[in-house]
């Protein structure tokens, strides 16, 4: 058995630790062994080195308050290991009053190295803990499934891992959001990362910053904070990787590649022709196509792309193609989800709660966080009312109701902040899932052509080398992943970019082998993801050969 923080927070940190077996059953041939015991001091070392090996180097006189029992966790019947959970403020004022929400997890890899991954899902306004939840988390219960289960491919496996709720306005965050733009968003969260460094003594080591969607904003103008602010004690910037992200402009990335994308889907979506042509009028009439044909090229003109109307501008929305297709699409398939186009009817519902217009709760359905008894579980707020993602303007400058303001910053592949990030760490990996309509993967390699770095513009060649994910042993059928050959990928200074076929916006969910894998390209421990090799974290016959990695290919024996 692993040493858990149950163990920890069972006695709470007047702690003890006990080692050898402790009695069981009454058989006459159970050898009694009375257990070593030892009181544990926060701070210090065991004196027995059998628990000393066992012990956490993470529970402190300063870390104590925010462990959380890892099997206390409710409605998770097994031991999520040990964490630490709570608010910090996101400065050293002592009458700070602006504070983050964290859940930290130390690697279970025995030897992951000094380093720091901190994952942040996107919105604006929505909760990392919803990635926790459903995506890379040591625990996840997705869409549809009774209750939780393990995540064999949580990153926790791999890397420290840290879910951050900022900015501040959202989840379990205090204190009122007064920022406008993304560098006043990087200032908020070094300020909150100095007090989890100092907090957890993780000073000098490295940091990669992960994250999804509205994250492809966050995390390059995070690590361009953590670059500006010139101090590895505290900001020591390794690498930094993101899925399915807005990076550039919307028109571009939802707009310009929207026909192409449904043409190539249609089999699916079952639009017919006479819209279909009417869409390929107004993509014309948008300079969409010619557009598209133009600068989603390898190697792009080398020149910057102009900025197309705003269709939501415009007084029609005749160039408005994201909803003129979605409109469409959801007649045909009530249960369409612009997240994972593969989705049909019936609904399945979240418990991490409504998100938008059409999501579905059953009457009675209870949100996980923000229930008492989860709040309580992790030294979150009792009584916040948690959305996933929160209906507060977290752009608001103070004015909450402030629907008109929103974030001032351009877009990180527009003004020159992700590429000092790729040209910073040499380690930049952007990813996306084919099944993703909201941000498509041809509208990523568009924002993408737009940017210079390392000397040239664009990538120079598509990246189309195939991608592997590795096979493995896995058995759990709550929460399984495919192997083999899933997508694309190529690499050029220093900014890898890769894509998988069946994944959603959510990739890691959809497709953990594949996360799990770039994860451990991030980390430096495989060159890229061409290597046919086993996980880093498991040994086996990984070529497929072998039964063991082999599901059953037997045929279903009820025609239901
Ligand atoms: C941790 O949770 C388990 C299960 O609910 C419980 O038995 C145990 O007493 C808890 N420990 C503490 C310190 O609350
Ligand atoms: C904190 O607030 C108190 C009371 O308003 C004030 O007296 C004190 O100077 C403040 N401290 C700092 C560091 O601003
Ligand atoms: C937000 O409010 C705090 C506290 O009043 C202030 O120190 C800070 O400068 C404000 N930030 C911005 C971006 O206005
Ligand atoms: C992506 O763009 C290329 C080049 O314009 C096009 O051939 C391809 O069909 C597009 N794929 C999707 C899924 O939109
Ligand atoms: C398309 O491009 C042409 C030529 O540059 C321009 O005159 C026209 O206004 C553009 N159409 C739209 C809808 O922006
Ligand atoms: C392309 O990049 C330039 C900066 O090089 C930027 O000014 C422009 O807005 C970008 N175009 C688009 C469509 O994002
Ligand atoms: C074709 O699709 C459009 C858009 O959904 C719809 O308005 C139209 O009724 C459809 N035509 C037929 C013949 O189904
Ligand atoms: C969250 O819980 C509060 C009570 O604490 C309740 O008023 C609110 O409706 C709940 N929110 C959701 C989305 O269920
Ligand atoms: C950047 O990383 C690649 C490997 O991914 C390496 O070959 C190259 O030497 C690195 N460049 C610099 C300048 O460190
Ligand atoms: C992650 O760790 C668990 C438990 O130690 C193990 O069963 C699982 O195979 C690991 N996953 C990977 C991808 O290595
Ligand atoms: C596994 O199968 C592939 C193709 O079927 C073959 O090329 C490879 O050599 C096999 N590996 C082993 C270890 O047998
Ligand atoms: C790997 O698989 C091959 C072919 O199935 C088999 O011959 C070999 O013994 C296996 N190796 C291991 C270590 O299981």
């Not at 009053?97 to 919105?123: K, Q």
């Not at 939802?254 to 993509?283: G, I, K």
């Amino acid at each position: 058995m692993r040493f858990s923080l149950a163990c920890v927070a069972t006695l709470f940190c007047a702690s003890t630790a006990i080692a050898g077996s402790t009695p069981h059953g009454f058989g006459a041939f159970n050898k009694v062994r009375s257990p070593t015991i030892e009181k544990r001091e926060p701070g210090q070392p065991f004196h027995n080195a059998k628990l000393q090996k066992r012990a956490s180097r993470w529970l402190t006189e300063k870390t104590k308050e925010f462990a959380v029992n890892g099997t206390g966790i409710p409605d998770v019947p097994f031991d999520i290991g040990e964490s630490y959970a709570g608010l910090l403020p996101i400065s050293d004022d002592p009458n700070e009053t602006r504070e983050l929400f964290f859940w930290f997890f130390p690697s279970t890899n025995p030897n992951p190295g000094e380093e720091i991954t901190i994952w942040f899902n996107g919105g604006p306004g929505c909760s990392s803990l919803s990635g926790l939840l459903t995506e890379n988390g040591p625990f996840v219960w997705d869409a549809g499934t009774l209750a939780p289960t393990p995540n064999p491919y949580t990153w926790v496996n791999l890397t420290n891992m840290v879910w951050v709720e900022q900015p501040v306005g959202v989840g379990f965050t205090q204190g009122t959001p007064n920022i406008t733009n993304e560098v006043e968003l990087g200032l908020e969260f070094i300020g909150f990362y100095k007090q989890f460094v100092d907090t957890f003594d993780v000073h000098k080591w490295k940091v990669y910053l992960t994250g999804e969607s509205y994250a492809g904003f966050y995390v390059p103008y995070i690590a361009d904070a953590f670059i500006t602010a010139d101090d590895t004690d505290y900001y020591n910037l390794a690498g930094v990787g993101i899925n399915d992200p807005i990076i550039g402009d919307e028109t571009n990335q939802q707009q310009v590649v929207q026909l192409a994308f449904v043409e190539y889907w249609n089999n699916l979506f079952y639009l017919n022709e006479t819209f279909l042509d009417e869409m390929r009028a107004h993509n014309e009439f948008c300079n969409y196509t010619q557009y598209q044909e133009k600068y989603l090229t390898f190697p792009p003109p080398q020149e910057p792309f102009p900025v197309l109307p705003d269709p939501y501008a415009s007084e029609d929305y005749t160039c408005d193609q994201f909803d003129n297709f979605y409109s469409a699409i959801i007649a045909v398939n009530p249960c369409y989800n612009i997240y994972h186009i593969t989705e049909t009817c019936p609904h399945p519902y979240s418990v991490l709660g409504i998100v938008n217009t059409g999501d579905y709760s059953p009457p009675g359905a209870t949100v996980y966080f923000n229930r008492t008894d989860v709040q309580k579980a992790i030294h979150a707020p009792v009584g916040t009312n948690w959305m996933q993602c929160t209906d507060v303007n977290v752009f608001g400058d103070g004015e909450n109701n402030n629907q008109s303001r929103s974030d001032q910053s351009l877009g990180p592949a527009q003004n020159g902040v992700l590429a000092r990030v790729i040209d910073y760490t040499n380690n930049t990996i952007i990813g996306s899932g084919n099944l993703d309509m909201l941000l498509n993967t041809n509208g990523t390699l568009l924002a993408i052509q737009n940017m210079t770095w390392g000397g040239k513009q664009g990538l120079q060649e598509y990246p189309g080398t195939p991608l592997y994910a590795p096979y493995h042993p896995e058995t759990n059928l709550g929460f399984p992943t495919g192997a083999g050959e899933l997508g694309f990928w190529g690499s050029e200074r220093g900014l890898t970019f890769y894509q998988t076929q069946l994944a959603g916006h959510e990739l890691p969910e959809y497709a953990p082998g594949v996360a799990y894998r770039m994860l451990e390209i991030l980390l430096g421990r495989i060159e890229n993801f061409s290597v046919v090799s086993d996980f880093t974290t498991q040994s086996g016959n990984y070529t497929g050969n072998s039964t063991i990695y082999r599901r059953s290919m037997e045929m279903p024996s009820y025609f239901q």
